[in-house]
């Protein structure tokens, strides 16, 4: 017997519980239903679910829990220790993005950093999510779905002006109009002291947006710069060259042997010692890097396999970039993704739900990728980034 | 024997002229060759082909040819009267969209009304493209190759600012760059007395392009509209109802049933006996529509099977259609495809291959598909169709 | 107060509802729920709607009333005779593809030819869907939402092994699944003596789909083409010439001046009077018009801005073409598009929403325009049309 | 004063080169040019280049040298020997991918370990690429252009049957002529004793591809595996619970909380100690890793920002993985990459021109970026990823 408490039909729970009950080939039976007379009040369900097998339940009640709803029956989380570093024991909890809650001592404990895809460790009456890789023999992991609840985000229409997403994705769709949005939430996380991540790939220079990108960090809306080597790179070519992977940012004409610029920029700043050097000696005087480090904006660059030099700041041991990344987001309210899926999903990976997360990308592919994260609390936008920066910086102006 | 002179390696004609005899498994010999010594002088070349068969052979002489080269045996163009109506006979030349003449009378003469899948009619010593559907029967048809010449446009670097292309099109460009071009090359022409003409489809009103176009059709850069009815019909929904396929163009949010509003835009202007009534009526008061009727703007609406309505002005008989968008194209210098295949495709099957087109679509394959027309006086970008027009109106602003 | 009744959680329409009513502005409240125990049972809900203004209770109750509620109040369907051929009168009733019931003379009426944006005609106390160019003044049209109820297809799941699209659509999925999903339905359709039609764009002889097509076709699977001008000439232009848009299609490679053999094809299909006389005549050998013309299977070609030539039998009259497509799909009950989103979204508008569509196309983009009709009747697949074909014809053989 | 010999024309050097002068504002006069008369004949050119500035000649001269040209000048390369680790003397030469010569006390020597990108380091008469980061102190470092020649791939027409690629990248084309060929290669790599490898993402599991990519496998057409952590992950997943990222591989479902099969496996993987170790021990029994364990496939695994787990034998150090990559890539005769741009482009990267270079992806502008390496040995395919290895372990079969 499981129940649910909440916007169970605004948001769709209802329908999401029902249809894993009868994917599974199991059945349910409504016990109780209290629906929400109007909007702001919450609906009550209670469901007898049944199955054929008692893995199947299993895997049912699983299922049901990471959705929202919680096993009746008032128990503790179960608890088992780990039998050796860097794994979980065979059936621990898997964690979503949402708020978890989990049975401690018969009361409901808050989960501390709430993440997906991690194990859920109990130390001392209090509980947090803890990676794989980061568990330690003996350390208290929950197992199955006894004692833990989720509380999905639940979407109240227009709080954060997000329901342009309730549409489908497409570059069929006036991107102003989202603009307006998002520049409203930066000047209202600003004012309230929040702290804004942008992520960004090297496309946000090819396509000319570095230097609206440049007057978003000089106007403090951009408090820390997730990328990768690329982004500095073709910065620091541009700074340096005037083009950006051979093409002439001001002419839009290509230069035959253009590379030579990208690894003589490379070779300018390893031999400076690195962006912050290269800015001190006045070897870099311009760019998005060089903002940030004039601003002190926090900048963390995660190296990758296709990545020439690597830059001395870029972090080639990724485990350290994955750590650096996670801890620099910790007190995040509002992340904008632009044109780059692998740093996007990277930092998808480790926020939780309740993050804002707006995903821009001129493929729509990678924008409905991005923004699949089982959460409202996210914007996907399908436009050129470099106008949309150059609307955005306009909007903030 | 065949001959060919001009810019023969800027223009990568002797490259496309050795390849094609190459892949017929035919041979070729160069007889002579004088290259241009500078970047002004003409390079000239005269080749042997030789291949195993008498058919092989008129192949690749077709082929040749339609890169520019003549057969050097002087001769005139062989003509041969049309048997029926409606077609050709069955070696007839079809034409590139490049400037072409034939040989008549000893001399060679220029073929008017240049388009490409034409036959040429020669009349009076006078030569024309005629389509397929419009021979008729005892009309002098060109056959075979003999007697034809081509000239391609040879990309004279920069003259119209369309090096931009020369990179390979890609969403991972500053469209800035390719704006100012645009802009400028709009001014010259609209100074000059050139006619312009704008192709597009209703993205441009769903990305919000709307109210940006309607400045370049005040501002006196728009002399020609060549659209299907689902612009004319958003564009008019959004006039009525503020909305565009029912997203509401101010919020951006949807309206489950917004069909509706699309529906009623179409009655209300079936009601008034079209968008000119309408607009006369004072029921039709703002728009692309609108603007063009009071502005005097010309412009055609081509039907397709997937219309809603059609709006009195549409013209549903495609013949009748085609023929109008060919005769209003025929003084146009520049034509900028706005988020639309099908017609875009359509016009430039119509165009010779120097009138200037540029294509803008946020689909990467629609540009790489539109921009392939053999010519060099074409421009792709690829971007979101709203903000491209809103940078453009404002650069012209 | 409208009321609504059916699987309302499982087909999402009790949360479609409110959100529909508070986006508006306007306020509910429930007046009475009953849930459906299990899977099989329905629900059903009572709601009062309230509004600030009238104006806006109606725009609530159209939508509403779209979505399948209907107004509580037991009234006759409002009629309103049209004043005028070719539009009907403003408050029109605009219809979805949705199953629809007018209420005349106190008893649910089934609406004829289903289809959506059209009005309802009552005639003899019969109703029928009428697009509105062919209203005749003083035609019965059903105004206003009173007396008018929808019901909307409920996804039982898997019963048309539909569930496929549960999931988002995305290039990432598993397309022999789906092969096999649609080659059951195909069979199942055949053996019930039910009609299938395929609606194609000329990217199925592009990729090489051409020959599988034509075993579908030899097997009795197609009982209806539609398609346009260009599926044709590719067809025709690779039977007579092995070529598809200049492309040798056994070798891959391009042809320098293959558009020439393009309009050749059309010359030679125009010459000898049209495909069935190619076909009589011996001109034309194989390919799947010829199968089609040898099979006797219905093919309807409707003509476009960028057709060449056209061909004899293109219906260049797009109103024609309309009527033509519409009546040859009256009693389809599988449709499968095939790479050709004009055609496709042509189709779409014709179907009622229980007539099965399965679209299949490499861009996700256009896959997701065709398969949103509101309906869960539709399958749609990102994959290579070439080796879809292939795949469905293996799987069939 | 530059010289080049070759079939200038063919592989359009000569147009790249009158190109690359006009474009920095330089002008060239043609000293020499003697026409290579047939198919088989290299032609030479002599020009001499002059330009305003002398850093305008330099960066002219860089690209010439870059496409093919040598200074006329014989001189030997001009070393400087490197001042401090990880960096080269300002104007050192960087290298392209292409067969390169350095000349050295009067005599031309063929460079090793040839990759784009890097520095060229003399040692004892003999040279080699070097990456940036492996210079150390005193190295002796090819600056400038003098003394540098390289030889570009000519394309002989069809020797490896590429000439598929000649034709623009498109969705639109037939497949099965591109793996007809393949497979060809394929058979005569293994045949010739050369090794062949494949760079994989996890797209080729979820589409299906495990199964056939295995038969390959198995077969003996993979000498080499190079993927990224996600790759075994979504393996194991399958092999273990039949899942891909919760989608049911067999019926399509979509598993809602199919996240913890994902998290799951990866445990069970790491509980083992490995993928190796979770072979022996029996835990893995099935997929791609199980079967390059049990043949002894070469693999290595990139760690990446965006990784779960990540596996043991996940390289997080991406300087190790770079290196481990390139050493595993130095005698490989044929690469193909599947549906992963990120690890494609690192490969790409590693690699001389000279290596045949096969990409497969759904997203034509992912293609077009892998393939433009200035070679043509690559081909480019837009098609389905799992259906394309169906195919292809079909036709080697």
Chains 1, 2, 3, 4 share one sequence.
């Not at 948001?11 to 994917?23: E, G, H, K, P």
């Not at 501390?112 to 001392?124: F, G, L, N, P, S």
């Not at 940012?249 to 610029?261: C, L, Y």
Request: charged fraction near 20%.
């Amino acid at each position: 017997m499981v129940e649910a408490e909440g916007h169970l039909i605004d948001s769709q729970l209802m329908n999401a519980m029902f249809d894993t009950v009868v994917r599974h080939g199991a059945a349910f039976d409504v016990l109780e239903f209290r629906i929400g007379r109007t909007n702001d009040e919450p609906s009550f369900v209670s469901l007898r679910v049944t199955a054929k097998a008692p893995a199947a339940l299993t895997e049912v009640l699983e299922e049901l829990v990471s959705l929202g709803c919680r096993v009746a029956r008032s128990e503790d989380a179960h608890l088992v220790a780990a039998d050796r570093d860097g794994c979980a024991p065979e059936d621990f909890y898997s964690t979503t993005n949402h708020r978890t809650f989990v049975q401690i001592g018969g009361a409901w404990v808050g989960v501390h950093q709430q993440r997906m895809d991690a194990a859920i460790v109990v130390h001392d009456g209090s509980a947090a999510c803890r990676k794989l890789r980061d568990l330690r023999a003996g350390d208290a992991v929950v197992c199955g779905v006894h004692g833990v609840k989720i509380v999905p985000e639940f979407q109240e229409r227009d709080r954060h002006g997000f329901a342009f997403m309730t549409t489908e994705i497409s570059s069929e769709r006036r991107v102003e109009v989202g603009v307006g949005r998002i520049a409203a939430m930066m000047r209202a996380a600003r004012q309230a002291g929040e702290r804004i991540a942008f992520v960004a790939g090297p496309v946000v220079v090819h396509t000319g947006g570095g230097s609206y990108f440049r007057d978003l960090i000089r106007a403090g809306y951009v408090n820390l710069l997730l990328a990768g080597n690329a982004l500095a790179v073709h910065d620091a070519e541009q700074a340096l060259y005037g083009t950006s992977l051979g093409v002439d940012m001001e002419t839009g004409r290509a230069i035959e042997g253009g590379h030579r610029h990208h690894m003589r920029a490379i070779n300018a700043i390893c031999r400076a010692g690195g962006l912050r050097a290269a800015v001190d000696q006045g070897v870099l005087k311009s760019g998005v890097m060089y903002e940030c480090v004039r601003r002190g904006v926090d900048f963390v660059l995660a190296g990758s396999i296709r990545d020439d030099g690597p830059l001395p700041e870029t972090v080639m041991d990724l485990v350290e970039a994955q750590d650096r990344y996670a801890a620099a987001l910790q007190d995040v309210s509002l992340v904008l993704v632009l044109s780059t899926m692998l740093h996007g999903i990277g930092v998808g990976n480790m926020l939780p739900a309740w993050v804002r997360l707006v995903c821009v990308d001129i493929n729509p592919a990678v924008v409905t990728k991005l923004a699949d994260r089982g959460s409202s609390q996210t914007m996907g936008i399908v436009t050129d980034v470099g106008l949309f920066l150059r609307q955005l910086a306009g909007a903030l102006a």
